[in-house]
């Protein structure tokens, strides 16, 4: 995420207007507006491989993939009331299993995902695994899968909902493979990780327990 701009503060209302003019792509913060970073190769390759994977296990079945131009929306939300209070962001890959429904008659924000999938660099992981997470779990009802992705390593984080909280299970090393119960698919480190290189002697993650939870 980069610096907002210059005026202090915007209305979501201010926001989406802003956003649907301009070229370039902007998420919303609780009032501040920040423009998003271009992507690596990597970040692209791995990106097109989820969509594609995913597209594929789920070709005739309801549930449908989404690419990264479309907004989803996580916030607290008052109708036909200005508010400053929300996260607008650009997921890299969303699923959703229900008819869609959208923020306003636009229909580019979407309200219902089931899965969201993040890839991580430097620049947003710390902000991808705690406070968009809890933003996405407190305000998304529909949300039953999230999944953090990185770029450096061959390593993926599924955070799953459960009635005791949010689960989560890691897979690392390009011969594993990692369910999302939600949607019944199955990723394949080896697929998702198609053509990138990875920097050397990079450190892994350190070593949780699959059974930590968030609230």
């Not at 503060?9 to 970073?37: C, S």
């Not at 970040?43 to 097109?48: C, D, F, L, T």
Request: hydrophobic residues 35%.
């Amino acid at each position: 995420m980069a610096v907002p701009q210059e005026k202090l503060l915007f209305t979501i209302e201010e926001y989406l207007e802003f956003e649907r003019v301009t070229e370039e792509r902007h998420e919303y913060i609780d009032g501040h507006i920040y423009k998003m970073a271009g992507e690596s190769l990597e970040h692209s390759r791995i990106n097109v491989n989820l969509i594609r994977i995913l597209s594929a296990q789920l070709l005739g079945k309801p549930c449908e993939v989404l690419s990264p131009n479309m907004k989803v929306r996580s916030g607290p939300f008052f109708k036909e009331q200005k508010t400053r209070k929300g996260l607008f962001s650009y997921a890299d890959v969303s699923v959703v299993c229900e008819v869609p429904r959208f923020h306003d008659q636009h229909r580019d924000v979407l309200l219902n995902p089931t899965v969201i999938i993040e890839i991580l660099s430097t620049s947003t992981e710390e902000y991808d695994r705690d406070e968009k997470f809890r933003r996405y779990r407190t305000h998304i009802e529909t949300l039953q899968d999230y999944v953090l992705v990185s770029q450096t390593i061959p390593w993926i984080r599924l955070y799953s909902r459960h009635h005791q909280g949010w689960l989560f299970t890691d897979a690392a090393g390009l011969e594993e493979a990692i369910y999302l119960p939600s949607i019944d698919c199955r990723l394949l480190l080896a697929e998702v990780f198609d053509r990138v290189a990875f920097p050397p002697e990079e450190i892994e993650p350190d070593d949780e327990t699959a059974t930590e939870t968030a609230s």
